[in-house]
């Protein structure tokens, strides 16, 4: 049975319990991208949700920010599904649904919300941390290639569809954190058979076909690893930036501990607003410009000329299906109040400059992979406005380094350890075949030649009994 | 008091116990560490932060997270060290336990010495076996992974139980409570101990027991 809460109490709890599931969103969807972490500690930092120097990714943080929306969190179990994708086949394969809940039944009423929730949510984090990395699909997403198959997530509201991940099912409970208002419920299911569907399913037949979709569901599992994955949407952009203006007070805040870790609030301000429009800013440019099909830096790259000189067509009016597109900003269209549009229009202004502009905008980004952002900058500059040509470089990838040296090494050493085949065992039937062959034969020719033998070692012994006498 | 005992009880090869330790232990004190309090009155402090890191095991299809210390790994890995070689290169020896014990000092008056009462104990039972080939070897090595990351997954659970640990101490108790000796992290004070049985020692020690508990009655 919950209880009643101060008003400030209740602001508190939501608070954490909110950055508490955004905080697990990213470290589960973190762990499937095939890349091993190292959350360091910066020194005298306190100003850490937590306590744990976890980077919160851009995009995760959109698609996270719009699958919770602004209202009280866990009204309905959050999940994150995870799926696999081969290129041969175009269906999903679930391998693990994570689920955080609320269950109201099971109270703690006399806890202290700022230093034991906070320290119980502390803990199950780290917990969520450490199974992400025992977890079976953990394996199989530190093998993911581009080529061969991929890691997918998607957020969820409401009950988990374990359907999804088959017959073969194992559930894990995680952890548990009481509060006041109920116990927040943080469970692991996966699937212990990895057999990929045969065929894609061509019609979904679903009773619910009539009624509302489920919340949260907007659109399609999304990679996990930054070098699959696609650019943020503009749409998903925009619903950030909506929600940091309306927000952003409370975002500062936000990344900022309960009571007793308060820094000097004016520095904090000042460094989080910069960090801010350095990186948000530049990435919401590039994202959009690499979003928007038509672009003018995508129309020049089209209209390319054999000199690398680009040709820029500037007119969005004329753009095909302009009236299909009214929902996306227009690159041209004049507004100044911060939306995506005028990041676009930023964008174009900065092609019109030339070189300063490209300099300028490499600086930002930077600057906005340092603030720990979305790091859609590891990938070569290929949106970058440049005056000489548009040719779109592939992501740099090491030929010979599968995913991360050390994990060379050892699998390098584990190969030196095993015996290695002998190769003279290799061909070994061919061989012995041939060789029985050609033993027949000599014994035939040797049975035939037998009598001259006998005749020459006769010869032999006669010439020797003679001599002797 | 009595301390919550947990007992793993595991097969292993003899290059996989360090690694099995490893994970285990270092799983446990990731999770029962704070970041560095740091103090602005007695009774009032700030948490710094506990950074994590990534280990892949060579010996074991696993990868563990660690709390980001490297003298806590230090001190962990020459525990292990310790119990690695005892258990190893000593041919009549074929199991071995491994304690990590979290306790806290109670202070005692004149002329009583500090007193250590211990609240959780995890114990890691090992015994190591000898496989023929080498392909059973490697699928032991699959199967141990697995089998070490449902450990990890049940420590996790015990954890997120509501149980006692020690409150959180005024500056002046503080080392009653923590181990402020690291730089980075403030694990909850802690020993390792091993112990080791062999063959022969396990039967008579069952057989002590026996007698012991027979003439009790």
């Known amino acids: 049975m919950a209880v009643r809460l101060s008003e400030q109490s209740k602001k508190d709890l939501d608070r954490y319990t909110r950055n508490f599931v955004m905080k697990s969103l990213q470290v589960i969807v973190q762990s499937r991208m095939g890349e091993k972490f190292k959350y360091s500690t910066k020194e005298n930092s306190t100003l850490e949700w937590f306590s744990l120097p976890i980077p919160d990714l851009q995009e995760l943080t959109a698609v996270a920010r719009k699958t919770l929306g602004q209202g009280p969190v866990l009204n309905e179990p959050v999940n994150v599904e995870i799926s696999l994708k081969t290129k041969e086949n175009n269906a999903y394969m679930f391998l693990e649904v994570w689920s955080i809940s609320l269950d109201t039944d099971h109270c703690d009423p006399d806890v202290k919300i700022s230093s034991t929730v906070y320290g119980r949510m502390t803990l199950a984090l780290k917990s969520i941390l450490c199974v992400s990395r025992v977890a079976p699909c953990y394996r199989l997403a530190q093998r993911q290639k581009k080529d061969d198959f991929q890691i997918h997530y998607q957020y969820n509201l409401g009950p988990p569809h374990l359907a999804l991940l088959g017959e073969d099912i194992q559930t894990k409970k995680i952890a548990a954190v009481s509060t006041p208002v109920g116990t927040i419920r943080i469970s692991l299911s996966y699937t212990t058979n990895l057999q990929m569907p045969q065929k894609p399913k061509k019609i979904d037949l679903k009773d619910d076909h ?23 949407s503009v749409e998903d952009l925009r619903f950030l930036d909506s929600l940091e203006k309306q927000d952003t007070f409370n975002a500062m805040f936000s990344t900022s501990p309960p009571e007793g870790i308060s820094p000097p609030l004016p520095q904090i301000t000042e460094m989080i607003s910069t960090l801010k429009e350095s990186s948000l800013c530049d990435d919401k440019q590039k994202t959009a410009e690499e979003s928007d099909p038509f672009h003018p830096y995508f ?83 290929s949106h970058s406005p440049s005056s000489s040509d548009f040719v779109m470089l592939p992501p740099l990838e090491f030929p010979f380094a599968d995913t991360d040296p050390t994990t060379n090494l050892g699998q390098f050493y584990r190969e030196m350890q095993s015996a290695p085949p002998l190769t003279m065992c290799e061909h070994q039937t061919v061989q012995l075949t041939d060789y029985l062959a050609s033993l027949k034969g000599e014994i035939d020719k040797f049975s035939a030649t037998q009598g001259d033998y006998e005749k020459i070692l006769k010869s032999i012994c006669t010439d020797e009994e003679e001599q002797s006498d | 008091m009595n301390a919550r005992t947990e007992t793993f009880e595991l097969n292993v090869l003899g290059g996989q116990i360090p690694e099995v330790c490893n994970s285990i232990f270092h799983t446990i004190l990731f999770l029962r560490s704070t970041g560095k309090y740091k103090y602005k009155e007695e009774t009032s402090y700030s948490i710094g932060p506990v950074g ?164 009790m009655l």
Request: aromatic share 10%; glycine share 6%.
């Open chain 1, 210 to 232: 009539f009624s509302t979709p489920r919340l949260g569901q907007f659109s399609e599992p999304k990679p996990c690893n930054r070098k699959f994955r696609n650019p943020t």
């Open chain 1, 299 to 381: 129309r020049s790259a089209v209209f390319l000329q054999g000199e690398g000189k680009a040709v820029q067509v500037e007119r969005p009016e004329d753009r095909p299906f302009a009236s299909l597109m009214d929902g996306l900003p227009m690159p041209g269209a004049e507004s100044s109040d911060g939306s995506p549009s005028d990041y676009l229009e930023q964008g174009a202004q900065s092609k019109e400059k030339g070189e300063e502009g490209v300099e300028k905008t490499k600086e930002e980004g930077e600057k906005g992979e340092a603030s720990g952002s979305d790091s859609e900058g590891e990938e070569p500059d």
């Open chain 2, 52 to 215: 994590a890191k990534d280990e892949d095991c060579d010996f074991l299809d696993l990868t563990y997270t660690r709390a980001d210390s490297d003298q806590l790994d230090l001190f962990l890995k020459g525990e292990i060290e310790k119990f690695n070689r005892a258990l190893r290169y000593n041919e009549s020896l074929r199991s071995g336990e491994i304690t990590l014990t979290f306790y806290q000092k109670k202070q005692k008056r004149w002329p009583f010495s500090q007193e250590c009462i211990p609240w959780e104990m995890w114990t890691l039972s090992l015994k190591v076996i000898h496989l023929p080939n080498e392909h059973e070897r490697n699928a032991y090595r699959t199967n141990l992974g697995m089998a070490v990351g449902e450990k990890v997954m049940y420590i996790t659970e015990i954890m997120s139980r509501d149980q006692y640990v020690p409150k959180n101490p005024n500056y002046s108790e503080l080392d009653n409570v923590f181990d402020s000796s690291f730089p980075t992290v403030q694990p909850y004070l802690f020993k390792i101990e091993h112990t080791m049985q062999s063959p022969s020692s396990n039967v008579s020690t069952t057989m002590r027991k026996f007698l012991k508990d027979t003439l």
